[in-house]
């Protein structure tokens, strides 16, 4: 009477399971790099971006420092141009002038 041959399927599954383990280990591994790539060069250029950003708003802002106004008074309604140089017609411009409300 022959040997009766070993039943080798749970070795053989052991062995399918640790392969399957190794492939999807390095699949997952391998998608994690490439999603850690992506995400580095989105990163990259939004810094980019803040960082021209940056540098328009220092420009503006040096703009508006060159660009200072100095307020001389406030000048009566009757269109643009220069206030009327006699002080009786400067005085009877104000008085004409509509006054505001206050709160």
């Given at each position: ?73 406030r000048w009566v309604p009757g269109g643009p ?23």
């Amino acid at each position: 009477m022959s040997r009766p041959r070993k039943d080798r399927v749970e070795e053989y599954g052991g062995l399918l399971a640790a392969e399957l383990r190794r492939a999807l280990a390095e699949d997952v591994t391998a998608a994690i790099g490439r999603l850690q790539e992506q995400q580095a060069r989105e990163l990259a250029e939004l810094r980019r971006g803040i960082t021209t950003l940056q540098r328009r708003v220092e420009l503006l802002l040096e703009r508006e420092r060159g660009r200072r106004r100095i307020k001389l008074g406030r000048w009566v309604p009757g269109g643009p141009g220069r206030p009327p140089k006699d002080a009786a017609d400067r005085i009877a411009a104000f008085s004409t002038r509509p006054r505001r409300r206050s709160p």
